[in-house]
């Protein structure tokens, strides 16, 4: 059969069967008397197997290796091929996230198609100085979907681009909560931390909420930052939280301001203050615990509180009872 009807029949065009024989993967059987390329039954079902090999992502340096070297075993090629496939769908789905948030940002022309671009390529930059610009950048300049903003605070590891990156989501205007919500549950303790410190920082009720159920959250860390940015809106369900960070001495400075600023409303003071005073009532509380709840104790108004300072002063450890007879003394000269 000569080039062009096999071109015809097999799909491959006469210009790659001639490739083919240059490189010795398909030789003609025959030729004609005129000199033309003659292939047999055997040479066109070769063709075949040659593009079969190819289908599958070979090269043909490979194609010709998988069909004339007799010790050739296809198991580690073909795990070579699925990981190069891996690779290959994981750019193409990074280029095709990019491109979904160029569009989402609405540009106005290529112009500023080209610096969104720019921003988020400087996002996922190896160079941290680069990651903190763009994060301003986002802001001040071109907007960047807050999508993007949402993934690379979650992947931050840099505590400057990170604030950066908090402070850019903050005031993005549009919290990106589908993907916040699903950082409070992912299995890696570092991205629920980064999501709660994200979500902290976004002043609106949709982040009050996702902090409210993130009191609930299996993590003891994201309880813990829930708790405090609750405390700080003014959240009363912190209350229980804040005062086991008291007595367990994890960021017990904090947590206590927290109360203190809770305890500005009436209908709270005595509540948070019954609250330290049941602690307190545990026997098995240690001094320095001791110490640390009369010190939150200091800023929460009413009786209650200062019933609880005085009976600290009496204290079996000096050290609690000399606290609480300061707190006490600075009470009495208000």
Not at 64 to 88: H, K, M, N, W, Y
Not at 117 to 135: C, D, E, F, I, V
Not at 164 to 192: I, K
Not at 285 to 314: F, K, V, Y
Request: contains cysteine; hydrophobic residues 45%.
């Amino acid at each position: 059969m000569l080039i062009g009807d096999v071109a015809r029949r097999s799909g491959v065009s006469a210009r790659m069967l001639r490739h083919y024989d240059s490189l010795g993967l398909v030789r003609p059987t025959g030729r004609t008397d005129a000199g033309y390329r003659d292939y047999s039954s055997e040479d066109i079902r070769r063709i075949f197997h040659i593009e079969s090999l190819r289908s599958l992502g070979l090269s043909l340096r490979e194609v010709g290796r998988a069909l004339d070297d007799p010790g050739f075993t296809p198991s580690e090629l073909v795990d070579d091929l699925i990981r190069q496939t891996r690779e290959r769908i994981a750019r193409e789905t990074e280029l095709l996230t990019r491109l979904r948030r160029i569009g989402a940002a609405e540009p106005s022309g290529w112009e500023n198609v080209l610096q969104i671009a720019a921003l988020l390529q400087a996002l996922g930059s190896t160079n941290a100085g680069k990651r903190q610009r763009a994060a301003l950048s986002s802001v001040e300049e071109v907007t960047v979907p807050v999508e993007a903003l949402v993934e690379a605070a979650l992947s931050e590891t840099d505590p400057n681009v990170a604030g950066a990156l908090r402070w850019a989501l903050a005031r993005s205007g549009d919290g990106g909560w589908t993907l916040l919500a699903e950082g409070l549950g992912s299995p890696v303790p570092e991205v629920r931390k980064r999501a709660v410190q994200s979500i902290a920082e976004i002043p609106d009720d949709e982040a009050t909420a996702l902090l409210r159920n993130a009191l609930a959250n299996s993590d003891l860390v994201v309880r813990r930052y829930a708790a405090l940015a609750l405390g700080a809106r003014g959240v009363a369900d912190a209350v229980p939280t804040l005062i086991d960070m008291v007595v367990e001495e994890t960021n017990d400075v904090d947590a206590a301001d927290a109360l203190s600023a809770l305890a500005s409303r009436p209908a709270l003071a005595d509540q948070i203050a019954a609250r330290l005073v049941d602690c307190l009532a545990h026997g098995a509380l240690g001094s320095s615990a001791r110490r640390r709840l009369a010190q939150a104790l200091a800023d929460i108004p009413g009786i209650t509180a200062s019933r609880a300072l005085a009976d600290l002063s009496h204290d079996e450890d000096r050290a609690v009872a000399l606290t609480a007879t300061y707190i006490l003394g600075i009470r009495n000269a208000r």
